[in-house]
Nanobody, 123 residues
């Protein structure tokens, strides 16, 4: 059974930083591309970032335009954990953040999500 458990969210002031984690189990983590998505209050699900499985082609990442240069996605295949380092946070980054399997747009993308971790950016 695929399990994804997000953590690391919280309340932070604009300009602050947070590091989200996603502990994965129930599948061979190193074989699967992973992504972060978010959902702001009253809005739909928004893709944030993807990272490939690394084993095949080395590290390949992609970011939604509004987070480029501020967020960094990474993974530790030994720990079966996905990360999202978020710097220079803005009010508009407030959302529930989820990790999911698959590269953006792939057939696997969005099939499984964890319970999410809330990020609130406010002064």
């Amino acid at each position: 059974e695929v399990q994804l458990v997000e953590s690391g969210g919280g309340l932070v002031q604009p300009g602050g930083s947070l590091r989200l984690s996603c502990a994965a189990s129930g599948f061979i983590f190193s074989d699967v591309a992973m992504s972060w998505v978010r959902q702001a209050p009253g809005k739909g699900l928004e893709w944030v970032s993807s990272i490939n499985s690394i084993e095949e082609h080395g590290i390949i990442t992609a970011y939604e335009d509004s987070v480029k240069g501020r967020f960094t996605i990474s993974r530790d295949n030994d720990r079966n954990t996905l990360y999202l380092q978020m710097n220079s946070l803005k009010n508009e980054d407030t959302a529930m953040y989820y990790c999911t399997q698959g590269w953006r747009g792939s057939s696997l993308f969005g099939r499984y999500r964890g319970q999410g971790t809330q990020v609130t950016v406010s002064s």
